[in-house]
Every structure is written in C-alpha cells, then in structure tokens.
C-alpha cells in the first residue's frame, strides 16, 4: 500500500498548482486523506484533509477561500486545487491516510506519500 503525491512545481504568486495524491494498494476513500504542509525550519502543518466516503472536508484558516480538497473514485486518488497561492504557501507537501475522520495531528496518519515541493515566489 502507498500514496504517491505529484504535480508541485514554482509559480508565481498569484497563480495556481494542483496536487495529486494516488492512491494504490487500497481504496482511498476507505479513509481519511490529508494534505500536510512543512517549510524549512517550521513544524509539518495540516492544510486539508476529505474523510472517509468524502463526507466531510476540513481546511486550516490560511488556506480557505483558496484551496479546494476533491477526489477521484475511478482513479483513487485525491487532490488538492491551489488557487492565488502565496508566497507563504511555498513548503513540501504530502499527503496521508487517517481512520476515517480527518485528525489534527499529523501523528494520527498512519501511510505517508513522499512530499512534493511548492514553490511560490513573489
């Protein structure tokens, strides 16, 4: 079972990325998936997460109005529209996999996917 995170590039402030999180090994809407970011120097932060059988989404206050969690039951997997991203969004992404209700602490995903660099510069 893995995740496999892609599609993080540079931008320009301003403009947007969409990260894709595939599943394999298991049905992604079996559990919660979350999108963990961390920057250089500051502790990995939960940006958005989609429970289990996607009833239920979950964003951190800097990124609501801007970042739409959605997902693909045909492709299983989960991704993540970053819309007017700024500077401050630049950090490795990852996505993770939870029970069945989107935790807070990032201790609570058991299966990680490698992390994805966003870059965003001013």
């Known amino acids: 079972v893995q995740l496999q995170a892609s599609g993080g590039g540079l931008v320009q402030a301003g403009g947007s990325l969409r990260l894709s999180c595939a599943a394999s090994g298991f049905r992604f809407d079996d559990y919660a998936i979350g999108w963990f970011r961390q920057a250089p120097g500051k502790e990995r932060e939960g940006v958005s997460c989609?429970?289990?059988?996607?009833?239920?989404?979950y964003y951190a206050d800097s990124v609501k109005g801007r970042f739409t969690i959605s997902s693909s039951i045909a492709k299983n997997a989960v991704y993540l529209q970053m819309n007017s991203l700024k500077p401050e969004d630049t950090a490795v992404y990852y996505c993770a996999a939870a029970g069945t209700r989107c935790i807070y602490y990032s201790t609570g995903y058991w299966l990680w996917g490698q992390g994805t660099q966003v870059t965003v510069s001013s």
């Open positions: 989609l429970s289990s059988s996607n009833i239920s989404t």
